[in-house]
């Protein structure tokens, strides 16, 4: 989807980076060549997604909130222009999850961030549809660790380069969960706090 307009902003995503910041990547040799693949990462800070299409070598789809309510109004226009695949907060999204499932489904990349906002500077505990995905589709999932991007825009306005900062993990999974009800949300939980577990080994 949306060819163009996501290769010119993969393309200003890694310009922007290197020119405002001192961008520095590790474990490239972990990148996968190829879907099906969940990015999962930690989200301290509203630009989090930019990251994860710099690094990326493949097309992908993300999962993300409704509303951005922790983000500026003059950035709405780049997910918006991109196109994603919309969870209401507080809420199930079965459309999305459908979706999501589906891009995996057929091989795709699908990035998402476990914890659901970014309005917090310590790892919190996710919510449950990452390890949903991971369950329903059975795609490997890849870690990727994000440091320094909050320090930004406080740099700059000192006229400093911050140094940003993502350690991509090696791929684990796939997941599987048998059980029926609690049994099955006690599945589902011991995978999103591994999934957790690997973006903590990485920040």
């Known amino acids: 989807r949306r060819r163009v307009s996501r290769f010119l902003l993969t393309r200003l995503a890694r310009v922007v980076l290197h020119t405002l910041s001192d961008f520095q990547v590790i474990g490239r040799e972990n990148l996968p060549e190829k879907g099906p693949l969940l990015l999962v ?78 309005w917090a500077s310590v790892l919190r505990p996710p919510r449950p549809g990452t390890a949903y995905l991971a369950v329903r589709s059975g795609a490997p999932i890849l870690p990727i660790g994000i440091d320094g991007l909050v320090n930004l825009f406080p740099s700059l306005r000192r006229r400093q380069r911050a140094t940003v900062t993502v350690r991509i993990g090696r791929p684990f999974g796939p997941f599987q969960a048998n059980g029926r009800g609690r049994q099955r949300r006690e599945q589902l939980n011991a995978i999103s706090d591994e999934i957790m577990r690997q973006i903590a080994n990485l920040i």
Not at 47 to 62: K, R
């Open 41 to 118: 990462g930690n989200h301290f800070h509203f630009g989090d997604p930019v990251i994860a299409v710099a690094i990326a070598q493949w097309p992908m789809e993300f999962l993300g909130g409704f509303q951005f309510v922790d983000g500026p109004t003059w950035i709405h226009w780049i997910p918006s222009t991109w196109g994603f695949y919309k969870v209401r907060r507080g809420n199930a999204s079965k459309d999305a999850l459908r979706a999501g499932t589906a891009v995996l489904q057929q091989n795709g990349v699908l990035g998402i961030f476990p914890e659901g906002g970014s």
